[in-house]
């Protein structure tokens, strides 16, 4: 700043000075914003910085010494060069990029070439550095935000594996209580004599079965088979199916009707069947079942599983000597609540029909609404 107050060639010296603390203060206000967001100014800055240089380069050229063929245009020239750097910053397409730094760019060549008398051949090639800072900045800028994306995406995935991993020590450690604390009371109760009722005692022993296997990982949640590309209809009817192989081990003969719902799953026209939705029925299925088992009386039961357009229905009947409904007190019948909460706990809703009386069996029928994806 000394040199500029006492060299000759800066005149008028208040007028170039005024001129380059309106620059300065522009300049620092985009600065602000940066800092105040934590980020790269909008692009509407950009548009205002680039009109802001255009103007201080065209009323530069007017800030002339013609004496000594000086301008303080020539003051504004490298600052302005300099600042185009931050279109390729803040502006993420190329064109755009490209029109923004033509801006300064023009009105340097045409103040140089129509107030200054430079030749446009001279002109005109001190405007092409301000396309390469921008462009250049632009290359650079993207690049950084493809390798921050990728960063993230990295991120992403590590707390994902991390999260997978802590669930499967989790699952360990509760498989390693299930089998020193659950499994061991039922294969004890299996094979002594204190449970006098075999089909009580034979559904014991399956039910140990079942867990001894759930422990070393034979029985996967249902939600992982959806996610690994099987529909819900079509899981539904597996895990159905699976339920009956379980029943007829401990002397249950279960029919299984499910050729509905796998025509209506490959169709495709009725909506999806969720995973807890799934793993809902059947956990209540098998307990209808285990109903049957203990107090119908009877070796066969019918199990029916049917989609609609807005519903997925479970329904289990026997022939056995039934019930008195009215006689059960209220809260009796547990297969209402337990199939109730689990479908509520995952946002669902479900209807469960009861019906049955004394030497006419008992029908049981779970209804679960479902919402179009």
């Given at each position: ?60 050229g007017g800030l002339a010494d013609r004496a000594h063929g000086h301008t303080w245009a020539y003051f504004a ?32 060549a045409a103040t140089a070439a129509l107030r200054l008398g430079e030749p446009w051949w001279n002109a005109v ?129 279960v029919e299984l009707n499910t050729a509905q719902l796998r025509a209506a799953g490959r169709a495709g026209a ?104």
């Amino acid at each position: 700043m000394g040199a500029v107050t006492t060299h000759p060639h800066y005149r008028p010296l208040w007028a170039g000075l005024a001129l380059c603390a309106a620059v300065f203060t522009e300049s620092l206000a985009l600065v602000a914003v940066g800092l105040r967001r934590r980020r790269v100014p909008p692009p509407a800055l950009a548009v205002a910085d680039a009109a802001a240089l255009a103007v201080a380069l065209v009323v530069g050229g007017g800030l002339a010494d013609r004496a000594h063929g000086h301008t303080w245009a020539y003051f504004a020239y490298p600052f302005s060069l300099l600042a185009s750097i931050g279109f390729g910053l803040v502006v993420t397409r190329l064109p755009t990029v490209l029109a923004l730094a033509a801006v300064p760019a023009s009105a340097y060549a045409a103040t140089a070439a129509l107030r200054l008398g430079e030749p446009w051949w001279n002109a005109v090639p001190n405007g092409v550095p301000y396309l390469a800072n921008a462009g250049i900045a632009w290359a650079v800028a993207r690049a950084l935000r493809r390798t921050g994306r990728e960063l993230d995406a990295a991120t992403a995935t590590a707390a994902l594996r991390e999260a997978e991993l802590a669930a499967e020590r989790e699952r360990v450690r509760h498989a390693r209580l299930l089998h020193d604390r659950v499994l061991q009371t039922l294969e004890t109760l299996a094979r002594t004599p204190w449970i006098t009722e075999p089909g009580l005692r034979a559904q014991v022993r399956a039910e140990a079965v079942w867990l001894r296997g759930f422990v070393r990982g034979e029985h996967p949640a249902p939600g992982r088979d959806a996610a690994a590309g099987r529909d819900g209809s079509a899981h539904l009817a597996h895990g159905l199916a699976v339920l009956a192989q379980d029943m007829a081990r401990v002397g249950l003969t279960v029919e299984l009707n499910t050729a509905q719902l796998r025509a209506a799953g490959r169709a495709g026209a009725a909506p999806a069947v969720p995973a807890a939705v799934v793993e809902a029925l059947v956990d209540a299925a098998r307990e209808a079942l285990a109903n049957v088992l203990r107090h119908a009386g009877t070796p066969r039961a019918v199990v029916r599983a049917e989609l609609t357009a807005s519903a997925v229905l479970v329904s289990v009947l026997d022939d056995g000597k039934g019930f008195d409904p009215s006689a059960v007190p209220v809260g009796g019948l547990g297969l209402r609540g337990s199939v109730r909460d689990r479908v509520t706990g995952v946002g669902g809703r479900v209807r469960v029909r009861v019906e049955s009386a004394p030497d006419a069996g008992t029908y049981v029928e779970m209804r679960v609404p479902l919402r179009r994806a």
